[in-house]
């Protein structure tokens, strides 16, 4: 129990040196029925989110640590009053890590991220969901959040899912990059940036003809060279102007993409082709956005910014399929949502922290008051 003890105040060495005010100020302290601190509560509460276990048995287990005496309904209401607190802590842990969540475009414009995972609970008769959120930047507001099961109709991934306003910015990966989605977008007067998919997403010149996204980009021929070429996407009510903004990678990383195109073949993961193995050459990003509102550097760093999250999202894919999903509201969800992320984010700071010169492993806090001398 002491070794437990001691490693739950390394993790807090980890969070925010105000996570205790955070804590009071967003509202999820109001009390401490039921929990000896405010230390206990965030503890609690991430029992239940990081180690997957349901509600009731997260109570459970926090009775017998003796760090809480609660029942799994009001736990639950604590873990929807700790919306904004997760939140918080999240925003501050990614300043922290060094990822600049202000998409490198004009001023003014709302700019959203959308993505989808699959969640399969514990147990034999754990179900399989999918998720479906969109969070905004910088603020990491999570505006949108569906859980439907993993298969049947209205459970894929797409952007016509997503309730938009006119003039935001929607940012996704290339599983959305269609043309259903494209335009499911348009109509709702938002514009959208995304990785190129050309399997998914077909493409043709201002004149109609096809359009050859490997003949464009034959003529990047030295790494960080950067092309820009108009295009259409076809759909049903009418072709879809957009852009196609491209960057040649460096030796270094087309050695590594192929040697992850290779790995992945010998796995039977995937089928590649000489044309894939061109593909990852290259990074290529479509979006509606016109050359006015923003330039193909600006396009190619906004979507540098969203790879940077998605990289800590791996994480929160990883952990993620480990726990019971709150199916009781939207509410409970997204706090539940953030938990993940929160744990996600404090793993990799653990690890930055593990692979640092320090003999003691882990971050020193201010002393609020002095030591104690001995004479």
Known sequence: MSTLREDWQVLVGLLPSDWEQLGRSTGAVKRLRGFHSVNNLLRTLLLHVGCGWSLRETAMQAKLAGIAEVSDVTLLNRLRQAEGWFQALCRQLWKDNGVNLQPALQEGRAVRWVDGTLVKEPGRTGGQWRIHYSLRLPTLECDQFDLTPSQGKNSGEKLGRFRLQAGELVMADAGYCNPPGIEAVKQQGAEVLGRLNPLSL????????????????????????????????????????????????????????????????????????????????????????????????????????????????????????MGHVPKQDDHSSRAWLYGKLLVALLTQRLAREGSAISPWGYPLREETTPAPSRA
């Not at 996204?213 to 060279?225: S, T």
């Not at 990383?253 to 894939?276: D, F, M, P, S, Y």
């Not at 593909?279 to 016109?290: D, I, K, M, Q, R």
Request: include cysteine.
């Open 202 to 321: 077909p493409l043709q010149d201002r004149s109609g003809r096809a359009w050859s996204v490997l003949e464009a980009v034959k003529q990047l021929g030295r790494a960080g060279e950067m092309g820009d070429w108009p295009v259409v996407v076809p759909a049903p009510g009418g072709g879809i102007r957009g852009r196609v903004c491209g960057v040649r990678k460096s030796e270094q990383a087309i050695e590594k993409a192929q040697r992850k195109l290779t790995r992945r073949q010998q796995q039977g993961k995937a089928q590649v082709t000489a044309e894939t193995r061109q593909y990852a050459c290259y990074v290529l990003v479509f979006t509606t956005l016109l050359v006015r509102q923003a330039s193909r550097r600006q396009v190619l760093e906004s979507y540098r910014l969203r790879w940077q999250i998605e990289l800590i999202f791996k994480r929160l894919k990883s952990i993620v399929q």
